[in-house]
């Protein structure tokens, strides 16, 4: 089956400043993956998707994600983080046809 | 586009009463999930329908917990009777069943037991 690891619990950054929130997959072939992200007392929203499609998948919002089979990591990436990107993020794998399943995320606080 | 609607958004109940969440998914999907979400177990797949059939309802919690599908627009969650203990978040949401299918989640219904 497969999982996924978010290696950070909580991100902490500056606005203005780069966004990298880490996302490890375990499989034994390529997976279905996607970025959700949620914000405070709202439902989730789809970022992105990767589908083995395109390595490089861009999503809402600026952000974008790079599917590295070598390193089997799909990491969510933002050249320049705002305010309004304080959420919390889930790395979320399919499985079987249809179940998405989600972890604990990474919350993501975006300082002044 | 409307997008999932869930009703109602808030719901305070006592132990004991039925509770009734209900979910209208994107036209055009075919396929329907419901979730719970609680700070300590986090979000939960209760079950799923496709073409308004139950396929897993391996996560619902227990018989007290019971879902419908009656038509390609229409779903409820019912809970009879509640207890304190089902106080969570629960979201409604759809897709266009294929593999790999994403998902779109509705507002979500906060549910309060007391």
């Known amino acids: 089956a497969q999982s996924v690891t978010q290696l950070d619990s909580h991100v902490s950054v500056s606005e203005g400043t780069p966004v990298l929130l880490r996302c490890n997959y375990s499989?034994?072939?390529?997976?279905?993956l996607f970025w959700y992200v949620q914000h405070p007392n709202k439902g989730l929203q789809l970022l992105l998707k990767y589908t083995s499609a395109a390595t490089l998948v861009k999503g809402i919002n600026g952000f974008e994600a790079e599917f590295k089979k070598s390193e089997t990591s799909f990491h969510l990436t933002k050249p320049s983080a705002h305010m309004s990107d304080a959420a919390e993020y889930f790395c979320v794998p399919i499985q079987g046809a249809q179940k998405l399943v989600f972890g604990q995320g990474t919350r993501l606080t975006i300082n002044p | 586009d409307a997008g999932v609607i869930q009703s109602p958004r808030h719901e305070v109940t006592e132990m004991g009463q039925e509770v009734t969440l209900r979910c209208k998914p994107i036209s055009g999907h075919n396929s329907l999930f419901w979730y719970r979400q609680t700070m300590m177990r986090g979000l939960e797949l209760l079950i799923y329908?496709?073409?308004?059939?139950?396929?897993?309802d391996s996560g619902m919690p227990e018989d007290r917990f019971s879902a419908k599908m009656p038509n390609a627009s229409f779903s409820t969650l019912k809970i009879q009777p509640s207890e304190p203990r089902d106080s969570a978040v629960y979201f409604c949401?759809?897709?266009?069943?294929?593999?790999?299918?994403?998902?779109?989640f509705g507002p979500g219904t906060r549910l309060t037991v007391t």
């Open positions: 499989s034994s072939y390529s997976p279905s």
């Open positions: 329908f496709n073409n308004n059939v139950p396929i897993d």
């Open positions: 949401a759809s897709s266009w069943s294929r593999r790999g299918g994403e998902q779109y």
